[in-house]
Nanobody
Framework: QVQLVESGGGLVQPGGSLRLSCATS????????ISWFRQVSGKEREGISC????????YYADSVKERFTISRNNANNMVFLQMTNLKPDDTAVYYC???????????????WGKGTLVTVSS
């Protein structure tokens, strides 16, 4: 069920940065854990980061740890994914998703966005 909207994707050179945003007007994001997933054509959707609702604890996949930072602005009902030192292997469609708690399983999410394409290429 599509309820979220991602933005901020685009073409960036290796080593560059992008900030993705996730927003919705359908419900209050701070009641949910918000995750970012990414998917390359022909591969499974990969959970790469999550931020809890209350305490704001964060989790990162090893593939993005120390390069990506997830954050939330509850006042504006938005969640962000700051991506730095981007690599060609980061090229994918990026999705945000909402669930009751952090899980890396796509099947565990309650709401999804349609995704935003990130292309890392020189």
């Amino acid at each position: 069920q599509v309820q979220l909207v991602e933005s901020g994707g685009g073409l960036v050179q290796p080593g560059g940065s992008l900030r993705l945003s996730c927003a919705t007007s359908k419900f209050t994001l701070d009641y949910y854990a918000i995750s970012w997933f990414r998917q390359v054509s022909g591969k499974e959707r990969e959970g790469i980061s999550c931020i809890h609702s209350a305490a704001g604890s964060t989790y990162y996949a090893d593939s993005v740890k120390e390069r990506f930072t997830i954050s939330r602005n509850n006042a504006n009902n938005m969640v962000f994914l700051q991506m730095t030192n981007l690599k060609p292997d980061d090229t994918a469609v990026y999705y945000c998703a909402a669930a009751g708690g952090c899980t890396s399983h796509a099947s565990g999410q309650d709401y999804w966005g349609k995704g935003t394409l990130v292309t890392v290429s020189s």
